[in-house]
């Protein structure tokens, strides 16, 4: 069984159950967002993908097609302040692809 928290032992940002498997996807470490995505497979979480930009504050959900969806939360650049986001973003587990699903207003 994984241990909770990040493969550095860091909290999760959204984590949604695709077909028995785990993807969390950003979410708050120690040093401010995450921009890794990470899928439980065989017992171990491992690192899948990287978002265009940390990101934190988010929401996550399954799509029909198998996507998980990423929406809204902040990005934070360089260390700075979060920027609020309106995005969404699609991650695919199956090609471990990253795209925009939905761009900002």
Same mark, same amino acid.
Request: aromatic residues 8%; proline residues 0%.
């Given at each position: 069984? !994984?241990?909770p928290g990040? $493969?550095?032992?860091t909290a999760r940002?959204?984590?949604v159950h695709v077909r028995r498997t785990i993807v969390t996807i950003g979410g708050t470490t120690s040093s401010?967002?995450?921009d890794t995505i990470e899928v439980l497979r065989d017992? !171990?979480?491992r690192k899948a $993908?990287?978002?265009p930009d940390p990101r934190g504050w988010h929401a996550c959900a399954r799509g029909?097609?198998?996507r998980v969806y990423v929406a809204g939360g902040a990005i934070r650049r360089g260390g700075g302040s979060p920027t609020p986001r309106s995005?969404?973003?699609a991650f695919d587990p199956r090609t471990n692809a990253v795209t925009e699903a939905a761009a900002s207003p």
């Open positions: 069984q !994984a241990a990040g $493969a550095d032992g940002g959204g984590e401010g967002f995450s017992g !171990a979480f $993908a990287t978002l029909g097609d198998g995005d969404v973003l």
